[in-house]
């Protein structure tokens, strides 16, 4: 369903008036007379370095093989201009005559003057590349700059924007497609009968995913194939819903409205997650924001506004599609796809942010990326592959969270924190509780997680997060700003096995009430509420995966009661 | 002499399934309901002689369908009796599948007589011998769902099932039926595909005169 379904958004979004040209960035125009003269080179480059887009004759699929652009290619096929190390100079004269050749047929049929302009500077090449390179030296070109050509009295117009050349180029791309294809079969997607297209074009911008693009569908080894069937006739798609296809997932993918991707969010460095509608209701940009979010007072508001249910409900039963993508080699993998309704998706994502929401942070919206970053291993720079694919697949279906991402955030947590780390651990203990609240009902005691500090929680290992939370005060009310603080120390420790550490740190804390003056008083009270609601036996050895996510969250809870009661008590005073 | 079977009913279950859509086959994704010749290997798992040919009519979904992706090293190039000294090291290929989980379906199925059919062979012989296969679990090889490595439990059906999401009707698009084996003389085998639509919970599958039709002419 997912190429049908990238189809229709083609075609539903105007993608697919002209498939016979593409957007491509060019780099340089160059101007010819009629004569075949070069005039001028004009560099179309901006201050980063990227060429133009303009609309060019749509571009063959390469591989390592040879085969041209019509009018339009990069140097080394039109000048011949290719990295002097890289390029061998038999394969570069293989490339100028393929490409000389379509202009020589498309100037034969049609007689057009432009082409023909152009034909003329094609053939004396060798003559007129000195007064080229005068105008941009031989060091400059690496060869992968696109040149279109502009025919002189046409002042602006490119010579493929010609309406002779046009209509050729049109009717070349027909012909093309019927010919070494006898056999018309149905097609995948539109379930027309048309001859199957062989290769597919290129994805664009997929995370891990070849600079020169990706192939959704592909057959590139013997063992992807069935029946002695070749390259595409093994996935009968035609060429104009190959080719529609192809142009939403990059229309999808493609850098706007200052993000990276127009409907996605990037999941890590290694993957990225589209999304579209069937009908246009702007919905895939809010989502977008709200996930990817640079910076997060958007997303404060974008996730107040249109999820409020401000969008009438008939919207809500427009269906909804995800892909979550990633590039392997030359190949584009899917990881994840869903498919369900507007509707659904707002209640998912509402109760997602609910989920996620704990006190402190001002009660912002934290948005995906932090989130992964937060349970970013120490040292590594990347995430366990699947775990952002899988947090989010879980956030838009409503499902539970890995229970991976639990023990990487644990993990993480162990970790004694570094200086100017103190967000994370509001980052990481919201990840927590909502990954806690997530938890299948079967089996467990009910885990209902409130945003702050819940005294009627008598959980065990919650009541020994609070507990430790208020020896490291008496620890910080005793000493002061130490170089090694409680938690540094002990946390890993006290969270698995509360039994060997516990009773230690309370022999340490009457050192610590002793020295704390008044204050210590105060926390040694704290101190005997929280231990009065453990059971008899209050240390158990060991503590589960959960049992320590409780423990977290608890530790949290109780230490940001300490900075709210500073904030309030500070109020009266400055009264 | 009666050349079609009664219609038996055989409910197929696993943990794990990959019914692979043809287009992405490189980085596998699944269909998100068994094809009917996924159905048609499990029973020829049960009993196929050259003398029969089995129909898969309807295909019941019993479980909500679920997903799960997962990366392993496959292999890039087939071993064939040409190939000689074939080692999977040198010819691994890190590939993804993004697979069902906990599949449960029920298959209404029949089979025909082919014209490679003795003259002492019967409908009912082989109706019988089907019958005790299943009853007795007995298989030619470990039947699977969609990939050998995800294993399928065969059974006789309950008299009373309930699909899931009887409520539900739901386009599947197009679905890969089968082979045509013999498109005529020298041509590759050629895929027929289907309209796949969730009706009820069950796939209805067409029969494969109509399914021939569509993908432009039959033999």
Known sequence: MMLQALYALARDRGLLEDTDNEEHAVHFLLRVDAEGRPLALESTVDEKGRGKSLRIPRLPKRASGVSAGFLVDNAKYVLGLGNPEKDNPERLKLCMAAFQERVAGMVQATNDEGGRAVLRFLEAREQWLPVVLSWNPREAWSGDEYIAFIYAPDEVRCVHERESVRDWWRTERAREEQEGHAARVRCLVTGELAPPARLHPSVKSVPKGQSSGTSLVSFNEEAFCSHGLEQGANAPVSRAAAEGYTLALNWLLARAEGRRYRNGVALGTGAVTVFWTRKEIGFENVLSSLFEAPDEQRAVEMAQAPLRGLEPAELDSTLFYAATLSGNNARLVVRDWLETTVGAIKNNVRRYFEDLRLAGAQGQPLPLWKLLKAVDPPGRAELPPHLGTRLLSAALRGHAFPRELLAATLQRLRVPPRDGDSSSLHVRIALIKATLSRLPRSGLPPLELSMSLDEKNTATPYLLGRLFAVLERMQFAALGSTNTTLRDRYFGSAMAHPAIVFPQLLRLSNHHAAKADEKGFWLERLKNEVCAGLPARPFPTTLSLEEQGLFAVGYYHQRHRFFEKRVTDSEPTAV | ?219
Not at chain 2, 37 to 61: N, T
Not at chain 2, 84 to 99: C, G, I, K, L, M
């Open chain 2, 1 to 219: 002499m009666k050349r079609e079977s009664r219609r038996f009913v055989v409910r197929a279950r696993g943990p794990m399934a990959c019914f692979t859509r043809p287009e992405m086959k490189a980085e596998r994704v699944s269909y998100e309901v068994m094809t009917p010749s996924a159905a048609r290997g499990l029973l020829e798992a049960v009993l196929w002689k050259p003398a029969i040919c089995w129909h898969v009519h309807e295909i019941a979904v019993l479980a909500p369908i679920q997903w799960t992706s997962f990366r392993r090293n496959e292999v890039g190039s087939r071993a064939s009796p040409k190939v000689r000294d074939f080692h999977v090291e040198e010819r691994r290929s890190q590939r993804n599948t993004v697979a069902l989980r906990d599949v449960d379906y029920i298959l209404t199925c029949s089979f025909e007589m082919t014209g490679r059919a003795g003259p002492e062979e019967s409908v009912r012989k082989f109706e019988e011998m089907f019958e005790r296969r299943l009853e007795r679990g007995q298989t030619f090889h470990q039947p699977y769902l969609g990939c050998r490595e995800f294993a399928a439990e065969l059974e006789p059906a309950p008299s009373k099932f309930q699909p899931f999401q009887p409520e539900v009707e739901r386009p599947l698009g197009l679905m890969f039926y089968d082979f045509d084996y013999a498109p005529g003389k020298g041509a590759p085998a050629r895929p027929l595909f289907f309209e796949a639509r969730l009706n009820g919970g069950i796939l209805h599958v067409p029969p494969r005169e109509e399914v021939l039709r569509a993908n432009g002419g039959g033999p």
